[in-house]
C-alpha cells in the first residue's frame, strides 16, 4: 500500500508563491504517473499537472506557464512549484499516483493540503 502525503499548503496573497510537496512510502521510480488535482468548493476536483515515469509533463490551461510539477526519484517526492498565483487558485490540492500491479494498475490518493489565495 503506498502512503502519499502532501506539505506546503497555506494562505498567500495574490500574485504570490508556494511549493507543494508529495512524499510517497515507497520508491516512485516506478510509478506510471503522478499528478496533482484540486477541489475548489461547490467544483469537481480537476487534474492540475501530471508528470510521467519518462518525464513528460501536462498541465490544464489555466496554470500553463505559472505552475511547474517536477519530481525527485532520489527522494520520493513529488513537487508542484505555484508562482503568480490567483485567487482562483485557493482549492484543496491532493497526490495522486498512478501505480503498476501484476494485474493492471492501482490509484492512490494524498490527503490534501489546502491553498488559499487571497485579493
Known amino acids: 500500500q503506498v502512503q502519499l502525503v502532501e506539505s506546503g499548503g497555506g494562505l498567500v496573497q495574490a500574485g504570490g508563491s508556494l511549493r507543494l510537496s508529495c512524499a510517497a512510502s515507497t520508491s516512485i521510480f516506478s510509478f506510471n504517473a503522478m499528478g496533482w488535482y484540486r477541489q475548489a468548493p461547490g467544483k469537481l476536483r480537476e487534474l492540475v499537472a501530471a508528470?510521467?515515469?519518462?518525464?513528460?509533463?501536462n498541465y490544464a490551461d489555466s496554470v500553463k506557464g505559472r505552475f511547474t510539477i517536477s519530481r525527485d526519484n532520489a527522494k520520493n517526492t513529488m513537487y508542484l512549484q505555484m508562482n503568480s498565483l490567483k485567487p482562483e487558485d485557493t482549492a484543496v490540492y491532493y497526490c495522486?499516483?498512478?501505480?503498476?500491479?501484476?494485474?493492471?494498475?492501482?490509484?492512490?490518493w494524498g490527503q490534501g493540503t489546502q491553498v488559499t489565495v487571497s485579493s
Open positions: 495522486h499516483a498512478d501505480v503498476p500491479l501484476l494485474w493492471g494498475t492501482q490509484d492512490y
Open positions: 508528470i510521467t515515469r519518462g518525464g513528460s509533463t
